[in-house]
C-alpha cells in the first residue's frame, strides 16, 4: 500500500493486494479517476476490486468539504446480515432447505419489493462451519453465539429500487458533481441516504425471517452491515466523507467475507491501526468479479447446462431459475475468496475467525431475478 498524503494535487491512492492478486486494468484506471475528483483526499482499492458503471466497485473514496452521491451509487444500502440459526446442520439437505422454502420473491409490502432479495449478486445463503481459526477457549470469548453443529445463514441485499430513486434524482439535477457539505442540498441526500440505510437493514431483517419462519426455526442475528454508503470520519486526523462502494467498515466488528455461490465465506475480526487507516477503515466485501455480465453466457453457455450450474462443485443447492442471472453468477465469474482473503491477512488488516462452506444459495424461483 502506498502512503497517506493528504496534500497531494491528486488523492492518494492505495491498492491492497499481493502478487496473487488479479485486478482488471480498468479497474485501477477508474479508480484513478476517482483519485483527480476536486477535494479528493484518499481513495483504496480493495482487493476485491473490479470495475462499475464509470466507478469501482471494492474500493473506498475520502473527500474534503464535499460528497460524491454518484460513488455510493445506486443500491444505498447494501450489506451484510448474518444469523446463527437452531437448524441441526446433519438434518438440513440443500434440497430439504429448498423444497420447504419455496419462493419467496413476493414482496411483503410496497414500495420497493420490501422483504426481497432482489437481483445482480444479492442473495441468501445458508452455510455450515467448516473450519474454526480460534481454539475452544478463543471461541467461547470472541463467538460466544457460534453452534458448530447448527446451520448459519447469511442475507446480502439492499435498498432494492429505492437507493435507484435517490441516485437518480441527484443525477437529474446535479450530474455526478460533488454536494457541499452542509449546504441544502447535501442535508437533503443524506435525510433519503440515512432513511435507505434503515430500509436495506429492516429488508434484509425481514428476508431473513420470512426464511426461517419456512423451516420452523429460530435465528440470532450476530452482525449486519452496510457496505455502499457515505459518512462523516475522520482519517489520521483529517475530518472529511468517507464512501464506501462494495467496501466493508473495518471499524464496526465483526466483518463476513463472502465468496461465490460455489466458494466459502470468511469471518473476520478486523485489526485497528495505521494499515487499517490508509485502507480507509475498509476491507472487501466478497470476492469480487473476474468476468463482466455481458460475457457469462458467451464464455459459459456452450460448455455448461443451466442444469448444472444448479449444484456447485462443494454440493450445495443453488435456487435460481432466471436462465441469465445463474450464468451471470456462477462461480466462475468470480475471484477465489481465499486470495481476497489472504491479500487482507498479509496487509495486515485482519484475522481469520471461521470459514463457511455453502449448503444452499437462493437467487430466485422465479423467471427474474429483480
Given at each position: 500500500?502506498?502512503?497517506?498524503?493528504?496534500?497531494n494535487?491528486?488523492?492518494?491512492?492505495?491498492?491492497i493486494?499481493?502478487?496473487?492478486?488479479?485486478?482488471?486494468?480498468?479497474a485501477?484506471?477508474?479508480?484513478?479517476?476517482t483519485?483527480q475528483?476536486?477535494?479528493?483526499?484518499?481513495?483504496?482499492g480493495?482487493?476485491d476490486l473490479?470495475?462499475?458503471?464509470?466507478?469501482?466497485?471494492?474500493?473506498?473514496?475520502?473527500?474534503?468539504d464535499?460528497?460524491?452521491?454518484?460513488l455510493?451509487g445506486?443500491?444505498?444500502?447494501?450489506?451484510?446480515?448474518?444469523y446463527?440459526?437452531?437448524?441441526?446442520?446433519?438434518?438440513?439437505s440443500g434440497?430439504?432447505?429448498a423444497?420447504?422454502?419455496?419462493?419467496?420473491?413476493?414482496?411483503?409490502?410496497?414500495?420497493?419489493?420490501?422483504?426481497?432479495?432482489?437481483?445482480?449478486?444479492?442473495f441468501?445463503e445458508?452455510q455450515?462451519?467448516?473450519?474454526?481459526?480460534?481454539?475452544?477457549?478463543?471461541?467461547?470469548?470472541?463467538?460466544?453465539w457460534?453452534?458448530p453443529?447448527?446451520?448459519?445463514?447469511?442475507v446480502?441485499?439492499?435498498?432494492?429500487?429505492?437507493?435507484?430513486?435517490?441516485?437518480?434524482?441527484h443525477?437529474?439535477?446535479?450530474?455526478h458533481?460533488?454536494?457541499?457539505?452542509?449546504s441544502?442540498?447535501?442535508?437533503?441526500?443524506?435525510?433519503?441516504?440515512?432513511a435507505?440505510?434503515e430500509?436495506?437493514?429492516?429488508?434484509?431483517?425481514?428476508?431473513?425471517q420470512?426464511?426461517?419462519?419456512k423451516?420452523?426455526?429460530?435465528?440470532?442475528?450476530?452482525?449486519?452491515?452496510h457496505?455502499?454508503?457515505?459518512a462523516?470520519a475522520?482519517?489520521k486526523?483529517?475530518?472529511?466523507?468517507?464512501?464506501r462502494k462494495?467496501?466493508?467498515?473495518?471499524d464496526?466488528?465483526?466483518?463476513m467475507?463472502?465468496?461465490?455461490?460455489?466458494?466459502?465465506?470468511y469471518l473476520?475480526r478486523?485489526?485497528?491501526?495505521?494499515?487499517?487507516?490508509?485502507?480507509?477503515?475498509?476491507?472487501?466485501?466478497?470476492a469480487?468479479?473476474?468476468?463482466?455480465?455481458?460475457?457469462c453466457?458467451?464464455?459459459?453457455?456452450?460448455?455448461?447446462?443451466?442444469?448444472?450450474l444448479?449444484?456447485?462443485?462443494?454440493g450445495?443447492?443453488?435456487?435460481c431459475k432466471?436462465?441469465?442471472?445463474?450464468y451471470?453468477?456462477?462461480p466462475?465469474a468470480y475471484?477465489?475468496v481465499?486470495?481476497?482473503?489472504?491479500?487482507?491477512?498479509?496487509?495486515?488488516?485482519?484475522?481469520?475467525?471461521?470459514?463457511?462452506?455453502?449448503v444452499?444459495?437462493?437467487?430466485?424461483s422465479?423467471?427474474?431475478?429483480c
Amino acid at each position: 500500500m502506498g502512503n497517506y498524503s493528504p496534500n497531494n494535487t491528486n488523492a492518494a491512492m492505495h491498492v491492497i493486494a499481493n502478487a496473487a492478486t488479479w485486478m482488471e486494468g480498468s479497474a485501477i484506471e477508474q479508480l484513478q479517476r476517482t483519485a483527480q475528483l476536486p477535494h479528493m483526499i484518499a481513495v483504496a482499492g480493495m482487493p476485491d476490486l473490479h470495475p462499475g458503471r464509470g466507478y469501482p466497485v471494492g474500493a473506498a473514496f475520502f473527500s474534503r468539504d464535499c460528497f460524491y452521491p454518484a460513488l455510493v451509487g445506486n443500491d444505498v444500502g447494501c450489506g451484510m446480515a448474518f444469523y446463527q440459526t437452531d437448524l441441526p446442520r446433519q438434518k438440513w439437505s440443500g434440497k430439504k432447505l429448498a423444497d420447504k422454502l419455496g419462493s419467496i420473491d413476493e414482496p411483503l409490502e410496497q414500495p420497493y419489493n420490501f422483504g426481497t432479495i432482489g437481483g445482480g449478486n444479492h442473495f441468501a445463503e445458508v452455510q455450515l462451519l467448516e473450519t474454526l481459526y480460534l481454539s475452544t477457549t478463543q471461541a467461547h470469548e470472541q463467538v460466544p453465539w457460534l453452534q458448530p453443529k447448527a446451520l448459519q445463514l447469511l442475507v446480502h441485499s439492499g435498498s432494492r429500487g429505492w437507493g435507484e430513486v435517490i441516485l437518480r434524482s441527484h443525477v437529474d439535477t446535479f450530474g455526478h458533481a460533488g454536494l457541499v457539505a452542509g449546504s441544502e442540498a447535501a442535508d437533503a441526500y443524506v435525510r433519503e441516504h440515512d432513511a435507505a440505510l434503515e430500509f436495506a437493514r429492516r429488508n434484509r431483517a425481514a428476508i431473513a425471517q420470512r426464511m426461517l419462519d419456512k423451516w420452523r426455526a429460530a435465528g440470532e442475528q450476530v452482525l449486519d452491515i452496510h457496505h455502499n454508503f457515505v459518512a462523516p470520519a475522520t482519517v489520521k486526523g483529517e475530518s472529511g466523507w468517507l464512501h464506501r462502494k462494495g467496501a466493508t467498515p473495518s471499524d464496526q466488528g465483526l466483518v463476513m467475507i463472502p465468496g461465490s455461490r460455489g466458494d466459502y465465506s470468511y469471518l473476520v475480526r478486523p485489526i485497528l491501526g495505521d494499515a487499517s487507516a490508509t485502507a480507509l477503515y475498509s476491507l472487501a466485501h466478497g470476492a469480487g468479479r473476474k468476468w463482466m455480465r455481458s460475457d457469462c453466457v458467451g464464455k459459459l453457455g456452450n460448455r455448461v447446462r443451466f442444469e448444472d450450474l444448479l449444484k456447485t462443485p462443494m454440493g450445495s443447492t443453488v435456487v435460481c431459475k432466471d436462465k441469465a442471472l445463474i450464468y451471470e453468477e456462477a462461480p466462475q465469474a468470480y475471484k477465489k475468496v481465499d486470495s481476497v482473503v489472504a491479500a487482507l491477512e498479509e496487509a495486515g488488516l485482519i484475522e481469520k475467525i471461521a470459514r463457511f462452506q455453502p449448503v444452499m444459495t437462493y437467487k430466485t424461483s422465479g423467471g427474474c431475478g429483480c
